[in-house]
């Protein structure tokens, strides 16, 4: 089976030492860093924004995933591209001319990401998956890290790779939540592409030996 992009979620590093989280991750097997931006609306939580996500661009040797939990996105691309985004994810439920948003994310040279709250089908995605890179399935209610891994995620990855296999489409499958040793196999059998986990790789005695397991499943 292809190896799993793995995607480890600074929310639950120490904010005191984000400089040294972001240099164990380019030391590591990671493939991407994955950034939560929240903004106290669209989800009852506030995490950073643009100043911290330069900062991050300065000194990681990884792509950044960033995963807008944001109302009305489409203010702020240019923002983000310029703060060092590569991979730039809004979510489906906050994006309402969502077709134009994703355009808009590809002129700016980035990759497009979609984001789906647990109650949302992927079935409201099949219009615009030719221009997404990424479905990102969240696992538990965006908001939060530490929090339990919903069940139902499986079946939604299987129905969403059907889709993409029988279209002959690019588009990969990040799973963001509750993502831990136990789960990941299941998850990778199903179809995921990507794997994001926070409190099971930061809340670990050793991260990277976390991240390099993971990247073995
Ligand atoms: C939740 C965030 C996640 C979170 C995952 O709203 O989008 O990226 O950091 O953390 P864990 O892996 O702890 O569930
Ligand atoms: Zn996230």
Same mark, same amino acid.
């Given at each position: ?28 097997? #990671?493939?991407?860093? /994955?950034?939560? *931006?929240?903004?106290?609306?669209? %989800?009852?939580?506030? $995490?950073?924004?643009?100043? !911290? ?61 979609? #984001?789906?709250?647990? /109650?949302?089908? *992927?079935?409201?995605?099949?219009? %615009?998956?030719?221009? $997404?890179?990424?479905?990102? !399935? ?80």
């Amino acid at each position: 089976m292809k190896k799993p992009i793995i995607s480890p979620s600074i929310l639950s590093c120490n904010f005191l030492e984000i400089g040294n989280a972001i240099k164990m991750l380019n030391e590591s097997q #990671a493939d991407w860093v /994955h950034c939560d *931006v929240m903004d106290g609306v669209f %989800v009852p939580n506030i $995490t950073f924004g643009m100043p !911290i996500l330069q900062a991050i661009k300065k000194i990681s040797e990884k792509p950044l995933d960033v995963h807008l939990m944001i109302v009305q996105p489409e203010r702020y691309l240019e923002d983000f591209q310029k703060a060092g985004a590569d991979i730039l994810t809004v979510h489906y439920e906050a994006s309402t001319h969502l077709h134009r948003t994703l355009q808009s994310i590809k002129q700016l040279g980035m990759k497009t990401g979609i #984001a789906i709250n647990p /109650h949302t089908s *992927v079935h409201l995605l099949y219009d %615009v998956l030719e221009n $997404t890179d990424l479905v990102c !399935i969240m696992s538990v209610n965006p908001g939060f890290g530490g929090q339990s891994f919903i069940e139902k995620t499986y079946k939604k990855v299987e129905t969403l790779k059907k889709f993409i296999e029988d279209n002959q489409l690019h588009t990969l499958i990040e799973i963001d939540g509750g993502v831990n040793s136990n789960n990941a196999p299941k998850l990778l059998d199903y179809g995921a592409d990507v794997l994001v986990a926070g409190n099971f790789i930061f809340n670990s005695q050793n991260p990277q030996k976390v991240i390099e397991d993971l990247k073995k499943v």
